[in-house]
């Protein structure tokens, strides 16, 4: 699966490789809440930033509970966030805040990409494994973008 994740304020779209839209990300009023919303304005997933900006954490929602936790365990050498689910633990990992890995229990299962856009805003291209593909992948280049791209512009 191969995404588009283009930042414009604090809103993002989340296109596929044709360019047709799947997702909106939007933030809720003044709070450091992000819903994702599929292509019919239903609410799927909610990121919560929980940590502040020396050791960012995420919270992700779903029907009104936790759903998975996302942990900033690293910002400089081998910058890292850890995922954890019930039933299952990511890694999105990179060598340079640029380019991420996603390591779903152990097994690389996809790729993030940072680039800044013609217009100055963060965009972010998902290559994931169909098989390890959810809904919620987007919200890890949120996360991203929230932890990471202050420090590389």
Do not use: W
């Amino acid at each position: 699966m191969e995404l588009k994740v283009i930042g414009k304020g604090a809103k993002y779209t989340v296109v596929d490789k044709d360019d047709r839209l799947l997702y909106s990300i939007k933030k809720k009023g003044f709070s450091a809440r992000y819903n994702l919303l599929d292509a019919s304005n239903y609410n799927l997933y909610t990121l919560v930033q929980t940590g502040d900006a020396k050791r960012p954490s995420f919270t992700i929602i779903l029907n009104d509970n936790v759903f998975m936790t996302m942990e900033c365990t690293s910002m400089f050498l081998d910058p890292t966030i850890k995922v954890r689910h019930k039933t299952m633990h990511f890694e999105i990992s990179s060598k340079d805040r640029k380019e991420f890995d996603i390591i779903l229990d152990g097994n690389n299962v996809g790729h993030i990409q940072s680039l800044v856009g013609v217009n100055g805003e963060m965009q972010f291209h998902i290559n994931v494994d169909n098989k390890a593909f959810d809904d919620y992948i987007p919200l890890f280049a949120v996360a991203i973008d929230k932890a990471f791209t202050e420090m590389n512009r």
